[in-house]
């Protein structure tokens, strides 16, 4: 068969046949391995949309353990604060007692009135009164409340300050209208009354040893008296 045969040209040769073939079979391949990439990159985005879920899950449960962990850790700084403070306070209390003084009267003399007072004439003539010498004249001590109207902590040592507070004094009134405050440097722990220095620097956790300290004050005044 010659090259230039017009029969290889106008029948389709084995040759054409098998390139046919060929082809198609090519085309078949192609279209199956289309439809197997396809298929492949289905199933891929499927498990990529999978993963893509678990990661956000993964992801809230992250944030919300961030979160838990953040509670955990503000929790933890408020205890160990409140150990700190509750160290720091040691046996503070939020009322301690001082004595103060008050003026009674003895027993009524002969010489006043109901009133306990005395009438005079002025040099001008004008009749004036005047308290009897028997008014007054007695100092006693009693227990006096003192509430804790601020505090801080300064070169790690627990400070508080102090205010007087009677009911009737202060009843209704804010603590920062009450007078000046006061810290509570000697507080009573068992001294001998006669050690105490300063009565009104004396300051007791208890109203009981307070009245007790009053009352050996009230005595001592007494004794001065009768001396
Ligand atoms: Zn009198």
Redesign the pocket.
Request: proline content about 3%; some cysteine.
């Given at each position: 068969m010659s090259y230039y045969d017009e029969d290889y040209y106008n029948e389709p040769s084995e040759f054409e046949q098998q390139v046919d073939a060929f082809k198609e079979s090519l085309l078949n391949a192609v279209k199956e391995e289309h439809k197997a990439e396809i298929e492949r990159l289905r199933k891929e985005n499927a498990e990529l949309q999978e993963v893509k879920q678990n990661l956000e899950s993964i992801k809230r449960e992250y944030n919300q353990k961030v979160a838990e962990l953040g509670i955990q850790k503000n929790n933890l700084k408020n205890e160990v604060r409140r150990e700190r403070l509750l160290e720091l306070m040691g046996d503070f209390k939020a009322e301690l007692f001082s004595p103060r003084t008050k003026w009674m009267s003895g027993p009524?003399?002969?010489?006043?009135d109901d009133k306990?007072r005395?009438p005079f004439l002025s040099p001008s003539g004008k009749e004036m009164v005047e308290d009897?010498?028997?008014?007054n004249n007695i100092l006693i001590y009693e227990p006096r409340t003192n509430i804790c109207s601020s505090f801080e902590v300064r070169n790690g040592k627990f400070m508080a300050w102090y205010k007087s507070y009677s009911v009737d004094r202060a009843d209704g009134m804010e603590l920062e209208s009450l007078g000046v405050s006061d810290v509570a440097k000697f507080i009573w722990a068992g001294e001998k009354f006669e050690d105490i220095k300063d009565y009104y620097k004396a300051y007791f956790k208890t109203e009981e040893d307070c009245q007790s300290y009053c009352d050996w004050l009230t005595d001592q005044e007494s004794n001065k008296v009768k001396s």
């Amino acid at each position: 068969m010659s090259y230039y045969d017009e029969d290889y040209y106008n029948e389709p040769s084995e040759f054409e046949q098998q390139v046919d073939a060929f082809k198609e079979s090519l085309l078949n391949a192609v279209k199956e391995e289309h439809k197997a990439e396809i298929e492949r990159l289905r199933k891929e985005n499927a498990e990529l949309q999978e993963v893509k879920q678990n990661l956000e899950s993964i992801k809230r449960e992250y944030n919300q353990k961030v979160a838990e962990l953040g509670i955990q850790k503000n929790n933890l700084k408020n205890e160990v604060r409140r150990e700190r403070l509750l160290e720091l306070m040691g046996d503070f209390k939020a009322e301690l007692f001082s004595p103060r003084t008050k003026w009674m009267s003895g027993p009524k003399c002969n010489k006043c009135d109901d009133k306990r007072r005395i009438p005079f004439l002025s040099p001008s003539g004008k009749e004036m009164v005047e308290d009897c010498s028997c008014k007054n004249n007695i100092l006693i001590y009693e227990p006096r409340t003192n509430i804790c109207s601020s505090f801080e902590v300064r070169n790690g040592k627990f400070m508080a300050w102090y205010k007087s507070y009677s009911v009737d004094r202060a009843d209704g009134m804010e603590l920062e209208s009450l007078g000046v405050s006061d810290v509570a440097k000697f507080i009573w722990a068992g001294e001998k009354f006669e050690d105490i220095k300063d009565y009104y620097k004396a300051y007791f956790k208890t109203e009981e040893d307070c009245q007790s300290y009053c009352d050996w004050l009230t005595d001592q005044e007494s004794n001065k008296v009768k001396s």
